[in-house]
């Protein structure tokens, strides 16, 4: 679940820039005639990557955007971050390496800034490695295109701004449902989500609509009777019995509390907007 606050938007990759920008959209309805900062700290070449989200938001009809980008860990201390910040209604996390992100930002005055625009009930989005960060134990390394492989499995500390879920970006594209129920595998109690590019999560309190053209894939291991992730030797294959895995699309909705999808017409399904 999220943490008390505005709204999260997370992002599979490869968010439509150029055509109805459905999810992009979302975002901009948000922060409406606010500031929104665009964090490019994920990326090891930051260069295009503001101009390009610049162009798209602008078409949307919002023009104050700025860019933060943070070279060294250090820079975060420096008042010029602080000033970015001035007036934001949002901050959106582009792709990369999200290792990057935590790394640089995590426990420094950046992260505080970010946290207060969320509890102001400012919106945070992230695409690509700007959504695993969301989580508060993010994937950073796996196979995909194959079954899970024990031991083939790099995690890491988040930014935790969403509890009790791990995510994974660029899903069906990429074949990454092994390496999603590995990460499962490893401790049940968090719900697995993976979302195929050009597909949003957006996310409210104890639940989240979907937005876009793909899927999202919500992998429960509560249920799980049996597992050798513990006892079985690295390189074996995984084995996990009794898993319970939903697929959403465009307009359904799922409950994070109860690990219930809702479809659309519901009563409670449907994106409300802040």
């Known amino acids: 679940m999220a943490e008390e606050g505005g709204p999260l938007i997370i992002i599979g990759g490869r968010e439509d820039k150029e055509g109805e920008k459905r999810i992009l959209k979302e975002v901009a309805e948000r922060v409406k005639d606010g500031k929104l900062v665009i964090a490019t700290v994920a990326s090891h070449q930051p260069d295009g990557y503001f101009e390009s989200y610049r162009k798209a938001f602008g078409d949307l009809g919002l023009d104050d955007l700025v860019e933060l980008y943070v070279h060294e860990r250090g820079e975060t201390l420096e008042s010029s971050a602080a000033t970015l910040f001035e007036n934001a209604k949002g901050i959106f996390f582009t792709g990369g390496d999200q290792l990057r992100i935590s790394s640089q930002i995590g426990d420094t005055p950046v992260e505080k800034m970010v946290r207060q625009i969320h509890l ?143 479809a659309p017409g519901s009563n409670q399904a449907g994106v409300r907007h802040a």
């Not at 899903?171 to 719900?191: D, H, K, S, T, W």
């Not at 992998?219 to 959403?248: C, F, K, Q, W, Y």
């Open 120 to 262: 102001e009930g400012g919106v945070v989005a992230g695409t690509s490695a700007g959504a695993s960060v969301m989580s508060e134990t993010m994937l950073v390394k796996g196979s995909s295109q194959e079954s899970h492989r024990i031991g083939d499995l790099h995690m890491a500390p988040g930014l935790g701004l969403i509890r009790d879920v791990i995510i994974d970006q660029h899903f069906a594209e990429r074949g990454r449902i092994g390496r999603l129920m590995g990460a499962v595998a490893q401790n049940p109690r968090v719900l697995g989500i993976g979302i195929d590019e050009d597909t949003a999560i957006l996310v409210q309190g104890h639940r989240f609509c979907v937005i876009g053209s793909g899927a999202v894939y919500i992998v429960d291991g509560s249920g799980v009777t049996h597992s050798n992730i513990a006892e079985a030797s690295p390189e074996r294959t995984l084995s996990m019995h009794d898993v319970r895995l939903h697929v959403l699309s465009q307009g359904d909705c799922f409950d994070l509390k109860r690990r219930c999808p809702e």
